[in-house]
Every structure is written in structure tokens, then in C-alpha cells.
């Protein structure tokens, strides 16, 4: 069946520091989603790319989406203590595509050293 | 997204009970999905729901597990005879339509599930 790997599973950086986050599936998909969950929370929508090769910025995150639509990523730059927690990919396949049925990865959990 | 409801937030049950958690869409929402958490790993998807139709149970384990979504009242996950393998956070989320590509789903704050 459809997998979504993604890695490293985790990232210790120090304040300041860059951070990316990669996201690869087995198959093509219609969209990526991207999720933040704090320990102990539910995971929190980051932001959706549905276009091959979409690029999208919130502030200091900087979301990508592949040319095939089989991969994406998501950097941070100049890492904060607030942008601790587990950072997760989550696909929608296009052939079986029922709304909210995502495949989700594995979550690269990110700390923040300050 | 603090519109989809769950409750019990923190459950324990021993081995064997039953456990019911209940998850309230975001209002104007009709499809409600399911989502399994094990410790240390990323989301299952479990089941998808319209009131009153199962559309996809296909990550539901086969023995003692069953959701509904009935026309009125909440979504329930039921987990029959509870093992301590069952214990995890169990996160519902809703979306208002499906089958469109790029539709969001919105997820509740989670009902972790422990069994002693």
C-alpha cells in the first residue's frame, strides 16, 4: 500500500539554527499536508500544497512541494524554542482519494536548544 | 482545531472493559474520520464516516473495534474487551465534504486511551 517516509525521525539544533524536515511517498500524490503536534497535543494544520513544484512561506517556514508530487519538505529558518514539537507530512492519495483518508509519516520531532 | 469536540480527554480502562470515545464534528461538518496515535509514532488512519454510513473502515483492526456516526449525537469509536496493546491517543477529525482534492481536515485535541 501507499507509504509516506519521512525523515530524520529526529533533529536537535541549537537556538538560531536552520532545521528541514523531508517527506517522501511511494506513490504520486494530489496534495501534501503539513501538521505541527506539542507533546501532549493533537496535531495542529500547518498548510496544504496542492501544485507540483508549489512553493509556499509562513514566516519563517518555507514548505515545497516536488516537481512529481512524490516528495516535499519543510524548512525553518533561524529555529526558535517555540518551534519545538513533532512535525509531520501527511498525503492524500489521488486515485483513492476520500478527503480526509491521509497517509501520514512518521513525524520528525524537532528541539530547540536555546 | 478546538471545534471537534472529544471527550473523555483521558480514559483508563482494565483489560477486558469496553471503551467509548465520542467526537463531535466542527458544526456545518458531516464527515468525521478516525485516527489511531501508538506512543512514539505518527497517525493510522482508522475510519471514515458520514452520519449514519460507514464510507471506508479499511485501517479499523477486524476484532473489537466499531465506529458509527449516527444522525444525531456525536461520532463513537468503540473499543470492545480492551488489551493493553489498545492504549494510545485516538484524535478525530472532521471536514465539511469529501472526495475534493486539497480538502482539510481539522483535527480534536484527542482522547488517550489507557488500559491497565
Known amino acids: 500500500g501507499q507509504q509516506v517516509m519521512q525523515i530524520p525521525q529526529y533533529q536537535h539544533v541549537q537556538e538560531g539554527e536552520d532545521f528541514t524536515t523531508y517527506c517522501n511517498s511511494s506513490?504520486?500524490?494530489?496534495?501534501i499536508q503539513w501538521y505541527k503536534q506539542r507533546p501532549g497535543g493533537h496535531p495542529v494544520f500547518l498548510i496544504q500544497?496542492?501544485?507540483?513544484?508549489e512553493v509556499k512561506k509562513q514566516k519563517r517556514l518555507t514548505f515545497q512541494f516536488g516537481e512529481a508530487k512524490k516528495n516535499s519538505s519543510l524548512h525553518i529558518t533561524a529555529t526558535q524554542t517555540t518551534d519545538v514539537g513533532t512535525y509531520f507530512c501527511?498525503?492524500?492519495?489521488?486515485?483513492?482519494?476520500?478527503?480526509?483518508?491521509?497517509?501520514f509519516g512518521q513525524g520528525t520531532e524537532l528541539s530547540v536548544k536555546p | 482545531n478546538a471545534g471537534v469536540m472529544q471527550n473523555p480527554r483521558h480514559l483508563v480502562r482494565r483489560r477486558g472493559q469496553e471503551a467509548r470515545l465520542r467526537c463531535s464534528p466542527m458544526?456545518?461538518?458531516?464527515?468525521v474520520y478516525w485516527y489511531r496515535q501508538l506512543p512514539e509514532e505518527g497517525l493510522k488512519f482508522m475510519v471514515y464516516l458520514q452520519k449514519e454510513n460507514i464510507i471506508d473502515e479499511s485501517g479499523m483492526p477486524k476484532e473489537r473495534f466499531s465506529a458509527e456516526f449516527p444522525k444525531e449525537g456525536p461520532s463513537i469509536l468503540r473499543i470492545q474487551q480492551v488489551v493493553r496493546g489498545d492504549s494510545a491517543a485516538y484524535f478525530c477529525a472532521s471536514s465539511p465534504r469529501q472526495g475534493l482534492s486539497g480538502n482539510t481536515i481539522y483535527f480534536g485535541e484527542g482522547s488517550w486511551l489507557t488500559v491497565v
Open positions: 506513490t504520486t500524490l494530489s496534495n
Open positions: 458544526k456545518g461538518h458531516s464527515h
Open positions: 501527511a498525503g492524500a492519495d489521488p486515485i483513492y482519494n476520500q478527503g480526509g483518508k491521509l497517509i
Open positions: 500544497l496542492v501544485k507540483s513544484g
